[in-house]
């Protein structure tokens, strides 16, 4: 199954292949003019733009102190979220385009075709389902706002350039779809709610919706779709479990949608969604756990695996594998050496993640795999000439570096084994043994007799031996 039109991956080497072929990044972000995906996504975007900037126009027209302050204060927010997201980020860092294409699907396309499905939706929910009019809403909301966002993210996985590899790719993109969404939704209702109102409605719409409705809202529920999203197009499982965990997934963010909309809890609005999102935010949290646990697993067997030891070894990996180790480490360095390790610790760590990011995403041996290790060796050696003026034989971040000249050795040490097993095929154990004890015994060094072991003429006729305890000291001669 191809992914993309692009130039297919024959085997790039890293822990595991995905289920689903890959396709050799041809862009640094999801901007790729050869991709047919690309081309729909800016079609759906641009649909969306159209339907949806009117609303937005016809809020700031009406009454423009209120909205105007509604967007500041809400694109302020997004920027704050966003902040949040990249700090929750283990190991990679984004590319800001893909991070701004993640948004603008988010922001403007899906919810542009939510604003003419929901209605359908709507329509469709009060003659099928029979259930109050103030439950509606908890029904068609989730069935078309979620699916919407779940597609962004799937766009993204189907474009190389984009690189969402794993499960913590596809939740991280569907955390700045929803927050696109969230900003953009949100901005139109406090619009509308501060109308005829005052500045402090509109702050207490963002409080509400944004701080304490944020944890629970549109990034956390796309998260949870975006993460099976990812899954399923890089696991090594069955299709079967792909499948289930790409759909269980989705119908898991549309299922906390729909009972966050619902009005179990409508006594205080401030009670309502604290209740309600607590659960929410529970489920969550266990989603990006699993996320950050697959991905760790994978970065530690790229580790041990792939990457070779004198630029990433495991005890590296053990040493970055989470940003408070990383950073006592780097205190640790400043003790040792001054501030110029901390800083070259520092991006010596950097390049590091970087070089593991880049064998997960292009495959080890790829042009960018080769350019980052130029940099970490070259990091490595100014890091340990910063140890050595400073007299510090092991200093911290280093990590148990396999030196070339030990593997040579034990190339060495193979090579020999297997000569030895050929010669005793050839020639019988007892021959090869006699042979390997008699050069050993050449080889040991004679050691020069202490001055407390020699014997004097006084003590011993001519010829005879000084008996010995088996102690450092000669035993005392017997008397006659």
């Given at each position: 199954m191809s992914i993309s039109g692009g130039v297919s991956e024959s085997a790039p080497q890293t822990v595991a292949l995905a289920t689903v072929k890959r396709a050799l990044p041809r862009t640094p972000t999801f901007v790729d003019t050869r991709s047919w995906v690309f081309w729909v996504g800016c079609a759906i975007t641009l649909y969306g733009a159209i339907t949806w900037m009117p609303l937005v126009m016809g809020r700031l027209?009406?009454?423009?102190?209120?909205?105007?302050?509604?967007?500041?204060?809400?694109?302020?927010?997004?920027?704050?979220?966003?902040?949040?997201?990249?700090?929750?980020?283990?190991?990679?860092?984004?590319?800001?385009?893909?991070?701004?294409?993640?948004?603008?699907?988010?922001?403007?396309?899906?919810?542009?075709?939510?604003?003419?499905?929901?209605?359908?939706?709507?329509?469709?929910?009060?003659?099928?389902?029979?259930?109050?009019?103030?439950?509606?809403?908890?029904?068609?909301?989730?069935?078309?706002?979620?699916?919407?966002k779940w597609l962004g993210v799937v766009a993204l996985a189907m474009i190389p350039g984009a690189r969402v590899r794993s499960a913590a790719d596809g939740l991280f993109y569907g955390a700045v779809i929803g927050?696109?969404?969230?900003?953009?939704?949100?901005?139109?209702?406090?619009?509308?709610?501060?109308?005829?109102?005052?500045?402090?409605?509109?702050?207490?719409?963002?409080?509400?919706?944004?701080?304490?409705?944020?944890?629970?809202?549109h990034p956390t529920y796309t998260a949870m779709a975006g993460a099976g999203v990812g899954y399923f197009f890089n696991a090594s499982a069955s299709r079967g479990r792909r499948w289930f965990v790409l759909l269980g997934t989705l119908g898991l963010a549309m299922a906390v949608h729909g009972f966050f909309d619902t009005p179990i809890v409508n006594a205080n609005v401030w009670i309502s969604s604290i209740t309600k999102g607590v659960p929410v935010l529970v489920l969550f949290l266990i989603v990006l756990r699993w996320a950050h646990l697959r991905e760790r697993r994978t970065f530690a067997g790229l580790a041990?695996?792939?990457?070779?030891?004198?630029?990433?070894?495991?005890?590296?990996?053990r040493l970055l594998a989470a940003r408070r180790t990383r950073r006592e480490v780097r205190r640790e360095a400043k003790r040792a050496a001054g501030r110029a390790a901390d800083r070259t610790l520092k991006y010596f760590q950097g390049a590091q993640l970087s070089l593991l990011t880049a064998t997960h995403e292009d495959g080890w041996g790829s042009p960018r795999t080769e350019e980052l290790s130029r940099d970490v060796a070259e990091l490595r050696d100014e890091l340990i000439e910063i140890y050595r003026e400073a007299g510090v034989t092991r200093g911290p971040g280093l990590?148990?570096?396999?030196?070339?000249?030990?593997?040579?050795?034990?190339?060495?040490?193979?090579?020999?084994?297997?000569?030895?097993?050929?010669?005793?095929?050839?020639?019988?154990?007892?021959?090869v043994a006699r042979s390997t004890g008699e050069i050993a015994i050449r080889k040991i060094p004679k050691r020069r007799p202490r001055t407390s072991e020699v014997a004097t003429t006084d003590q011993f006729p001519t010829g005879a031996q000084a008996p010995t305890t088996g102690l450092d000291e000669p035993a005392e001669p017997k008397q006659d």
């Open positions: 027209q009406s009454h423009p102190a209120t909205a105007v302050l509604s967007a500041i204060a809400w694109l302020m927010y997004g920027f704050v979220f966003i902040v949040i997201l990249y700090r929750m980020e283990l190991f990679e860092r984004r590319s800001p385009i893909t991070v701004l294409g993640a948004l603008a699907w988010g922001g403007l396309a899906a919810p542009g075709m939510a604003a003419v499905a929901a209605p359908a939706m709507h329509d469709i929910v009060t003659a099928v389902v029979p259930v109050p009019d103030e439950w509606v809403a908890s029904f068609a909301a989730p069935l078309v706002e979620e699916p919407l927050l696109g969404f969230q900003v953009s939704e949100s901005f139109l209702y406090t619009a509308v709610i501060s109308a005829d109102g005052t500045a402090t409605t509109v702050f207490a719409m963002v409080l509400l919706r944004g701080v304490v409705g944020g944890l629970w809202n041990a695996e792939v990457v070779p030891d004198d630029l990433v070894s495991p005890a590296h990996f990590g148990l570096i396999d030196r070339p000249e030990r593997r040579r050795s034990t190339r060495a040490l193979q090579d020999w084994a297997g000569q030895t097993r050929e010669r005793i095929d050839t020639e019988g154990l007892r021959t």
